[in-house]
């Protein structure tokens, strides 16, 4: 073989080897994993997901996940983390937040037993931004590491599509208005009473317990006055009397007559 034809082979197998090193970066580019951040309705917050790639992937035991939150001033900023629950599972589970200037970061870790890889998308939960009212922050993802069962440790590119606008307070659903607290029957009258009354009259005869008030004359004193209306008993006596008062003058007309007859 001439030397032409070696450096010809040699230049064939050196760009073989240049496009069989290039081929796995530009295939795992197609694959790399995507965070999605996305505001959440009615409060300041934003949640996290990692989409994972197709296919065969290794087992993560460990990650780090960096969130970025940017505005003009952050010195009145607080971020919090709240996990999802579906990784209860998970060991460990934290979140620290600090700022340099106009920049933040809320470092996530997680670490445990379980395949953080083995389902996509991995939901890992949602940011919390405190603030002032009006307050503007931009919240962005940063760099991924994750460790394999294996402790190989790596930092796969992340991709995302842009960060997310917060306003703190514009989009807080307000809460309804809290009733007055108090007893609810307070404003219900009371309807309880007595019916129950005691007469202060008695009757005479079978008709015991007769009201001796009823039918009394207007502005009459009370206590002595007799009823207007007379009752039977006393009727019958009332006869009874002038009966005999004139049976005892008709005897007294009898005897006064024998006499001048004598």
């Known amino acids: ?22 081929a796995p970066g530009i295939a795992w580019a197609d694959v790399d994993p995507e965070a999605v951040l996305q505001k ?14 197709d296919g065969a992937r290794d087992q993560v035991n460990a990650l780090q996940l960096a969130i970025t939150l940017k505005g003009d001033s952050l010195d009145e900023v607080k971020a919090e983390f709240a996990f999802d629950d579906s990784l209860k599972g998970v060991a460990v589970k ?25 389902t996509s998308p991995l939901k890992l939960g949602a940011v919390h931004v405190t603030a002032p009212d009006g307050t503007t922050v931009q919240v962005g993802a940063g760099q991924l590491s994750v460790v394999n069962a294996a402790h190989d440790a790596s930092t796969p590119e992340l991709y995302f599509s842009e960060p997310v606008s917060v306003e703190v307070g514009a989009g807080v659903s307000p809460n309804p208005p809290t009733p007055p607290a ?13 019916g129950s009354g005691t007469g202060d009259g008695s009757g005479s005869g079978g008709d015991s317990g007769y009201d001796g008030s009823a039918n009394r004359s207007p502005g009459a004193p009370s ?33 006064a007559r024998r006499k001048s007859r004598r």
């Open 1 to 22: 073989m001439t030397d032409t034809m070696k450096k010809l082979a040699a230049g064939a197998f050196a760009a073989l080897a240049l496009c069989l090193a290039l």
């Open 40 to 53: 959440v309705d009615g409060s300041d917050d934003v949640s996290v997901a990692i989409v994972l790639p």
């Open 94 to 118: 934290e979140a620290r937040y600090r700022h340099e200037g106009g920049e933040g970061r809320l470092n996530l870790y997680l670490a445990g037993n379980v395949d953080l890889f083995a």
């Open 182 to 194: 108090g007893d609810d029957d307070a404003d219900k009258g009371d309807g309880s009473g007595t």
């Open 223 to 255: 206590g002595t006055d007799s009823p207007l209306v007379t009752t039977g008993d006393n009727l019958a006596t009332t006869l009874v009397a002038c009966g005999m008062a004139a049976v005892a003058a008709g005897a007294l007309v009898v005897l």
